[in-house]
């Protein structure tokens, strides 16, 4: 696995920022499709910004490798390979944003999560298409403008193959388009720096780069959308 990120900055910019993102994680819960009651393993969670958007009565299990990320939620800081978890003792697990770093041994993964999968349980990958436009931004963009660099493998339905193999049956992948929502500009551009540990370029360089890769439009009363898009997969657990 690559090198770890540093957590403070991504943390500190979504408490920041909490609406930014709030389509992307809405979409990544309705992916998983919880009940209430369910247990919801978020996997792996960051700080843990998933708990607003679930069903009543869910049990909320944010999952993490980076124990700099535990700042507001509490977290469960494992290993993402080996879980601390019982065989079927989860009804939904959502994996966000995160996967693409896991460039090898992603099959070690999924057995883990059917493990830990009830019968029917869900598995909602939420992750960067290859070719899009934000594996753009992170491939020739952040990987220069990070002294951490960006490592990763994005997806492809054909992942979906993997999965299969992995003992799932996969029901869905689609790119879903959505935007990220600043009060300005300024905001965008802190929140990204933030985000992606953007510690080598200025401000209007990120303005400039986040115009380029991903486009900026404004609304009527002059909130600030970024466009962004992750690759959705759905699969059960037989
Ligand atoms: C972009 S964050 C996504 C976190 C959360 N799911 C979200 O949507 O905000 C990437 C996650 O992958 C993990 N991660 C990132 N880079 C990693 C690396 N190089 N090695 C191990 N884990 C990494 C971190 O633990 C972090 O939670």
Known sequence: ???????????????????????????????AAPEPGDVVLDLPSGGGYLRPYLPPRTTYLPAETIFEYAQEEKLLICDWLRLPLRNGSVD??????????????RISFYREMRRVLVPGGRLAIADVAEGSPPARWLDDFVAHASSEGHVARFFRCEETALLAAAGFQPVFCERVEYPWFFVSRQEMVGFCRGLFRLDR???????????????????????IEMAWSLLHIRAIRP
Do not use: C, F, K, W
């Not at 939904?92 to 996967?99: F, G, K, M």
């Open 1 to 31: 696995m690559a090198t770890r990120r540093n957590a403070l900055p991504y943390e500190q910019a979504s408490r920041a920022s909490p609406r930014a993102r709030t389509e992307e994680y809405r979409r990544a819960v309705e992916l």
């Open 92 to 105: 939904a697990v959502i994996s966000l944003a995160a996967l693409h770093h896991l460039v090898d041994g």
């Open 201 to 223: 370029v200025a401000d209007a360089e990120i303005a400039a780069a986040v115009e380029h890769y991903l486009g900026v439009s404004e609304t009527a009363t002059g909130e």
